[in-house]
């Protein structure tokens, strides 16, 4: 297998911009091991003074996938996120090492139970990896997601989901905490309990779930999930958030 701790090269073969601050990259990394649905990669950059940057980005596509993606947030005061942003050409090169991470991942042939997703904001993105896993892999298990963003614009990969929804089997739930889109009924409000309630897997069902987003949301997700009946070992959370 593969030195999950070497850095190995990786080349930008094409890029999608998901809204003004998020862009997704498709990197091909021959001498990367295969990855799982909800891993996550390191990437590093090089200055020509030997000055070095990284930060971890969790990997958007399918299971195994050649290339990998990941789709990464600008945060205007980072090192890396604005140069994946802005900057990096078709063509160009970096340094990535992994894939990293064995928790918050969905194996298809190892559990079999409803899956439901729970995102906040970029947090979409390892969830998007596991969306991307069933449909490769002929999974018929049936998904929900359920995906908080703060306005209609900062929604990722929404033609995509919308396809995935039409294939079957998945239900996708956006709720937005400060705009909704123009004509909707619903109102602007962070997730709450009573989201989960109605919008969730319930517990009966024994769903696992993933939850991912910034720190505050997976903690007041993950409480209101517990609050509701659902089994703290069924639940799985990542955190996220800026570094300086």
Known sequence: MPDRNRWVPATLVSDRAETASARSLRLAAPDLGPALAGQHIDIRLSAPDGYTAQRSYSLSSAAGADPIEVTVERFADGEVSPYLVDVIEIGD?????????????????????????????????????????????????????????????????????????????????????????????????????????????????????????????????????????????RIRTERFGPTG
Do not use: K
């Open 93 to 233: 090169a970096v340094e990535v090492r992994g894939p990293v991470g064995g928790w918050l991942v969905w194996r298809p042939d190892a559990d079999p139970q409803p899956v439901q997703l729970i995102a906040g904001g970029s947090g979409v993105a390892p969830l998007m990896s596991m969306l991307r896993t069933r449909q490769a892999t002929g999974s018929t298990v049936p998904f929900r997601l359920l995906y908080g963003v703060t306005d209609p614009d900062r929604a990722y990969y929404g033609d995509e989901l919308a396809r995935i929804v039409a294939g079957g089997g998945v239900t996708v739930d956006l709720r937005y905490s400060r705009r909704v889109p123009e004509g909707s009924p619903l109102q602007p409000r962070r997730l709450g309990r009573d989201d989960l309630a109605e919008l969730v897997v319930p517990p009966a069902d024994d769903p696992s779930v993933f939850v991912c987003g910034p720190t505050g949301f997976v903690e007041a997700v993950a409480d209101a999930l517990l609050a509701l009946g659902h089994q703290e070992h």
